[in-house]
């Protein structure tokens, strides 16, 4: 029986310029360069530079993946793009990608599910695709959490970086089977009692400002190798499949412990994780497309490998995906 598959042509990315070392950040942060390694892993992140927006770099990422596809704007009808920090509270940053990128047919959105915000958007994607609605999508995760950081706070503003990542998919018709290329399955949750745990201080309904991200990093900590590992295996299990056919987990980068807990729970090796934590820190929605373009590019991903997306974001909101690339 022939079935619709939501499948992966192509990736990119999209990394402001300028690059600030956990040692730069110490000389303004009362912190250390050992102390965010051993806690997080991170070196460094990007920052994006005075008027560059998340739409810039969305729009930089899609551009990307559409060369790497083979695609242009007329082969895709639908933009879905995560982000917790838009451009604007209103238009939505995926019409002005949309816009940057010379569309003028289809549909743009933003979804909104903070570091989950990719796998959220892959996911409303391929249920456009896989009904027919849509014949190619390309899906954004970008962001720019540098703008809602409060600078002074040691314990939040080591952890973020800014960037963007995008993949294109097109609609193609596969056998049901989990040999297929494409989304295999995908997965998502939430639990709105832990709004408090991780969120940001503001917004136009409360306090009419954007506001800075607070959070209770332990409590963050103790849901996230749960829940992380919860999704991953229920994303399997709902394509049919284990940890063994696994070939490449990509996680959301936030935390290189989180990572390494994770992937344990999973039953995974670390030699089968892409972890780019260290280079990005964690840039939210953009993290996991960001390090599934560095795997592509660098020749770790093949065409036929089994990927397993996983993250977990404010909320808090956690997914999955399993996907043949
Ligand atoms: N530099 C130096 N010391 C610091 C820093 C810093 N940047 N930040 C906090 N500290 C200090 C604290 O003040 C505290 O000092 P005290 O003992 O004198 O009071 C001490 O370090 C321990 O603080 P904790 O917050 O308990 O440190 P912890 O070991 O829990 O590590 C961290 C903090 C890294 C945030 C950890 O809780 C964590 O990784 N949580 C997960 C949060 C996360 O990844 N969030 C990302 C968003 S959610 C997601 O994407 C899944």
Redesign the pocket.
Known sequence: MSVRRAVAMGAGAALPERVVTNTELAAS????HD??VE??GIHQRHIAADGQLTSDLATDAARRALAMAGMDVGDIDLIVLATATPDQTFPSTATRVQHNLGMKHGCAFDVQAV?SGFVYALTVATQFIETGKARGAVVIGAETFSRILDWSD??TC??FGDGAGAVVLRGEDGTGTTDDRGVLSTELRSDGQHNTA?YVDGGPSSTGVAGHLR?N??E??KH?VRNLAEIGEAALATAGLTSDDVSWVIP?Q??A??IASTAQKIGVPMERVIVTVQDHA?T?AASIPLALDVAIRDGRIQPGDLLLLEA???GFTWGAAALRW
Do not use: K, P, Q
């Open positions: 942060v009362d912190t250390t102390w965010i806690r997080t570091c040691r314990a080591v952890l991780l959070m990093g332990r963050v900590f996230a959301h936030a935390n412990r989180i964690n939210s977990m974001g404010g």
